[in-house]
């Protein structure tokens, strides 16, 4: 059964960091392209940060230079290295992964809020 599980989300405030993780089950992440997105109450799903099998990362223009996409192949899990987060970085971020097939699975999110 595959399953993907991200944690590490939680509370801070303006200017904190954050590192969540999508740890997987049942696939191998370092065969699926990787996204991260998040999406906030009232808002659409924005992506944030990718990483493809091979290792290539790209991210959003609102998130360039603050967050950091990881894979660790030996623990089968991708990180998200969330510095000098914003208020407006609040939302439920998701961690997806698509096979060579096209085919999709997420994980059921982790809640990141960001307030004073």
């Given at each position: ?31 699926n392209d ?8 009232g808002k ?67 809640q990141v809020?960001?307030?004073?």
């Amino acid at each position: 059964q595959v399953q993907l599980v991200e944690s590490g989300g939680g509370l801070v405030q303006p200017g904190e960091s954050l590192t969540l993780s999508c740890a997987a089950s049942g696939i191998r992440l370092s065969i699926n392209d990787i996204d991260w997105y998040r999406q906030a109450p009232g808002k659409e799903r924005e992506p944030v940060a990718a990483i493809s099998r091979t290792g290539i990362t790209n991210y959003s223009d609102s998130v360039k230079g603050r967050f950091t996409i990881s894979r660790v192949d030996n623990r089968n899990t991708v990180y998200l290295q969330m510095n000098s987060l914003k208020p407006e970085d609040t939302a439920v971020y998701y961690c997806n992964a698509r096979d060579s097939f096209g085919v999709s699975r997420r994980g059921q999110g982790t809640q990141v809020t960001v307030s004073s």
